[in-house]
């Protein structure tokens, strides 16, 4: 348990569906981000938040929309996905000048 | 981003000490050397990191080079739950005081019983 809780663990989408992911954070930090782990491929950073606000976006395709309501939820909204954007999507959250990352365990997405 | 160099695979037997390398000729004076490991069907976690001076915790020890362009994570006895990919990360900023680590491909460490 890493205070880094994701639902939902299995997703299993079509193409033309919308569906969110959503990520929930209990240990009081104030920036949360998103990265995609492909297979055999490094995690790759999406989006960053920092004190609710977007500070960065990897020129990340807009068919995947992040939310950021307050500092301890993080949504990251999908539509009209691709079957190569099937992946591991971990969301982590750390103090905004903090040394550590606590990652959630991960949302396993299929799109088919 | 500087980057970082591993190799791609270790093997090690259960219960013997384990020296993980990593190059980062490229580092700068503000970047901090981070470690985090991944097991199976799990996120990231964090295992140690350090600027200069080595560190040691309850997980493992931190050696930094003097001239910082490399470092080694050492298990001191690894066990079966250590295998995982490990990750040698610099954390750099961005902006502000926001930072971020950018993850490689890492090491895949073996643990033979």
């Known amino acids: 348990e890493t205070g880094v809780t994701q639902t939902p663990r299995h997703l299993v989408m079509g193409m033309t569906n919308k569906k969110s992911l959503k990520c929930e954070q209990h240990?009081?930090?104030?920036?949360m981000y998103w990265y995609k782990q492909s297979a055999k491929k490094p995690l790759e950073l999406m989006f960053v938040y920092s004190l609710e606000e977007r500070v960065e976006n990897n020129s990340v395709p807009s068919r995947f929309s992040p939310e950021c309501p307050n500092s301890s939820h993080l949504f990251l909204h999908l539509h009209t996905l691709q079957p190569e954007d099937s992946a591991l999507y971990l969301c982590a959250s750390s103090q905004h000048s903090g040394n550590t990352i606590y990652f959630g365990e991960g949302s396993w997405l299929t799109v088919v | 981003d500087a980057k970082t160099t591993q190799p791609n695979s270790m093997e090690s037997n259960e219960e013997e000490p384990v020296h993980l390398p990593c190059n980062h000729s490229t580092i700068s004076g503000t970047d901090y050397i981070h470690w985090y490991r991944q097991l199976p069907s799990q996120g990231p976690e964090y295992v140690i990191h350090?600027?200069?001076s080595n560190v040691n915790n309850r997980m493992a020890s931190l050696a930094i080079a003097e001239d910082r362009k490399s470092s080694t994570l050492i298990l001191h006895r690894a066990t079966l739950r250590d295998a995982a990919v490990y990750y040698c990360?610099?954390?750099?900023?961005?902006?502000?005081?926001?930072?971020?680590?950018?993850f490689g491909k890492g090491t895949l460490l073996t643990v033979n019983p």
């Open positions: 350090g600027l200069t």
């Open positions: 990360i610099l954390r750099v900023g961005f902006g502000g005081s926001n930072y971020k680590l950018t």
């Open positions: 240990l009081g930090h104030n920036a």
